[in-house]
């Protein structure tokens, strides 16, 4: 493998200037579980200069105000996995994070690496989107916040310039009453999913979805919503009708690749089955049951 320079600057403005010098030959890592595997590998270009975040420890928080969260760009997804705020309000995020990888990958990396990873399959991005995520962004001309559908570009490509970096993501309030996470892969540990499904829903009293969010992962060249599905559940009571309707929704919104580690027939099947899923038990944690 081609050598490069390493280091950890002290500060975010640093780390800034530091991208800039390098011009787009420079390379950043949180936790480095994604980047240099991919190196290791040789599916990412080895860079001249890696500049880890390590020593931004002020970048480590998840602040809960007001029913808002904000979680900074070195929180590990074990400390995502654990929050006991985003077990309770933001479950899908919390499972999303726990079928990430092993334990030590969990240590270690973070969930803004996942999200910057811009995996189609990354399993915490797909749950960001169910949740209205915003990711905050900083770089030499300021910092700005966009919806994290936005983000994405294509398989393993952000709107992020070379000389950005994510420093937060943000769960705005809103009061989920039941979310879920629900994966297939080809085992249970340290593999990517074959596919995925994230829903959201807020339920009145009387069991009637107000708002819902359905997100796909490894459906797509990003991760992606399913309006069809969204539009159909709101403003009814979950039932086995509307859940064939969800179903029927999600696949034909797919547009999967075949891999080794699924067909794209497979992997369409799959989106209708789990996002019904994932509707089932994020309206049951609704009701309480
Ligand atoms: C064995 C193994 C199993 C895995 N299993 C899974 C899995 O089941 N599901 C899954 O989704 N992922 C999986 N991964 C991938 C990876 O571990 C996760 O995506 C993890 O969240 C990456 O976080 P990190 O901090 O280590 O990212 P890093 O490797 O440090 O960075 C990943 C990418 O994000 C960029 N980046 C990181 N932080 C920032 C920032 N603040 N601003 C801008 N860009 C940034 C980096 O430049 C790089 O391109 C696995 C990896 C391995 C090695």
């Given at each position: 493998m081609k050598t490069f320079e390493y280091t950890a600057p002290d500060s975010l403005d640093e780390a800034i200037a530091l991208l800039a010098?390098?011009?787009?030959?420079?390379?950043?890592?949180?936790?480095?579980?994604?980047?240099?595997?991919?190196?290791?590998?040789?599916?990412?270009?080895?860079?001249?200069?890696?500049?880890?975040?390590?020593?931004?420890?002020?970048?480590?928080?998840?602040?809960?105000?007001?029913?808002?969260?904000?979680?900074?760009?070195?929180?590990?997804?074990?400390?995502?996995?654990?929050?006991?705020?985003?077990r309770e309000h933001c479950t899908v995020l919390a499972e999303a994070a726990a079928s990430i990888g092993s334990p030590q990958i969990r240590n270690r990396g973070t969930l803004v690496g996942n999200v910057c990873s811009a995996s189609p399959a990354a399993d915490a991005a797909v749950a960001l989107l169910a949740l209205d995520a915003r990711v905050k962004i900083a770089g030499s001309d300021g910092e700005k916040?966009?919806?994290?559908?936005?983000?994405?570009?294509?398989?393993?490509?952000?709107?992020?310039?070379?000389?950005?970096?994510?420093?937060?993501?943000?769960?705005?309030?809103?009061?989920?009453?039941?979310?879920?996470?629900?994966?297939?892969?080809?085992?249970?540990?340290?593999?990517?999913?074959?596919?995925?499904?994230?829903?959201?829903?807020?339920?009145?009293?009387?069991?009637?979805?107000?708002?819902?969010?359905?997100?796909?992962?490894?459906?797509?060249?990003?991760?992606i919503r399913v309006p069809a599905a969204e539009e159909a559940l709101t403003g009814?009571?979950?039932?086995?009708?509307?859940?064939?309707?969800?179903?029927?929704?999600?696949?034909?919104?797919?547009?999967p690749i075949s891999d080794i580690r699924g067909s794209a027939e497979y992997r369409k099947d799959l989106a209708g089955v789990l996002a019904r899923r994932a509707v089932g038990t994020a309206y049951k944690r609704s009701r309480g049951s």
């Open positions: 010098k390098h011009g787009g030959k420079a390379a950043l890592i949180a936790g480095a579980t994604d980047m240099m595997q991919r190196m290791k590998i040789g599916e990412a270009e080895v860079p001249d200069c890696i500049v880890s975040l390590s020593k931004l420890h002020d970048l480590a928080y998840i602040n809960v105000a007001d029913g808002a969260v904000a979680i900074g760009a070195l929180t590990s997804l074990a400390n995502i996995e654990r929050h006991d705020t985003i916040q966009i919806d994290i559908g936005d983000f994405y570009t294509g398989p393993r490509e952000s709107c992020l310039e070379a000389t950005q970096i994510v420093t937060e993501i943000a769960l705005p309030a809103k009061e989920w009453s039941g979310s879920s996470y629900q994966r297939t892969g080809l085992r249970r540990a340290m593999d990517c999913c074959v596919a995925s499904a994230a829903v959201a829903l807020i339920v009145n009293a009387d069991g009637e979805i107000s708002a819902a969010r359905v997100a796909l992962g490894a459906m797509a060249p990003t991760p009814q009571v979950v039932g086995e009708q509307l859940l064939a309707k969800v179903a029927a929704a999600a696949s034909a919104a797919a547009q």
